[in-house]
């Protein structure tokens, strides 16, 4: 049962343009999202977060929008850059009771950007 | 700096044999987790650690075992390996702290059983 799925598995960009990755969730307890970058032969590392008392965090060229009745959210990039190709992964949490802060991950959507 | 190591990047391994892949974090950080990353899956929960010998079982502990004997460090075992563990292994930690739940990935141990 994938609770977090990211139904595009690539997306591909050309430098400059806007890209938009695409999220959707289904369990009505998660509460808090966050989208991680992976390059190749590396862990992901923490890009943005958003609450589900927002509907919109922005930091720099990554903005993060939440749709909370249709449980989707997405990450717009804007310029796109070639340094931008890498995997993206999708995660959502549940901040009540004990979560322990466990993050329930996406499948990924692998972005190329061309020069 | 935030600093999550693993004490192999690359491992290869026998059917059978028994794996330790150790990880550890320099931020005193109470949870630790293990996922694996699978093409077309993502990465999924294998067990996770909130506190020094506590554990809880992920989306999918069948063949894993973990230990935590101290805080920094959160070791994941395959007590006999298979050709169906053959994937990339991550562990991260983090700390709750005002809401903040960003978890820190190390680099990742890519196993290879044959």
């Known amino acids: 049962d994938q609770q977090v799925k990211q139904n595009s598995p690539s997306l591909s960009v050309q430098e400059g343009r806007i890209s938009i990755l695409n999220c959707d969730y289904t369990n009505s307890m998660f509460d808090y999202f966050l989208w991680y970058k992976k390059y190749p032969a590396e862990g992901p590392t923490f890009l943005i977060s958003?609450?589900?008392?927002?509907d919109k965090n922005e930091d720099g060229r990554f903005t993060v929008f939440l749709n909370k009745s249709a449980k989707h959210l997405s990450l717009h990039i804007v310029p796109s850059q070639p340094g931008d190709s890498a995997v993206y992964f999708c995660a959502a949490s549940s901040t009540g009771g004990t979560s322990y802060g466990k993050l329930t991950f996406g499948q990924g959507t692998i972005l190329t950007v061309h020069p | 700096d935030v600093k999550v190591t693993q004490s192999s990047r690359y491992l290869v391994k026998r059917t059978g044999e028994k794996v330790f892949l150790e990880c550890v974090q320099d931020m005193d950080h109470e949870n630790m987790f293990w996922y694996r990353q699978d093409p077309g899956l993502g990465l999924r929960l294998i067990y996770f650690s909130y506190d020094v010998k506590m554990k809880e079982k992920g989306d999918i502990p069948e063949g894993y075992s973990v230990s935590r004997e101290k805080k920094e460090r959160f070791s994941l075992i395959l007590e006999s390996a298979s050709t169906n563990q053959t994937s990339m292994y991550l562990c991260?930690?983090?700390?709750?702290?005002?809401?903040?739940?960003?978890?820190?990935f190390g680099p990742g141990t890519r196993l290879t059983v044959t």
């Open positions: 991260a930690s983090s700390i709750i702290a005002g809401g903040y739940y960003e978890q820190y």
């Open positions: 958003i609450s589900s008392i927002k």
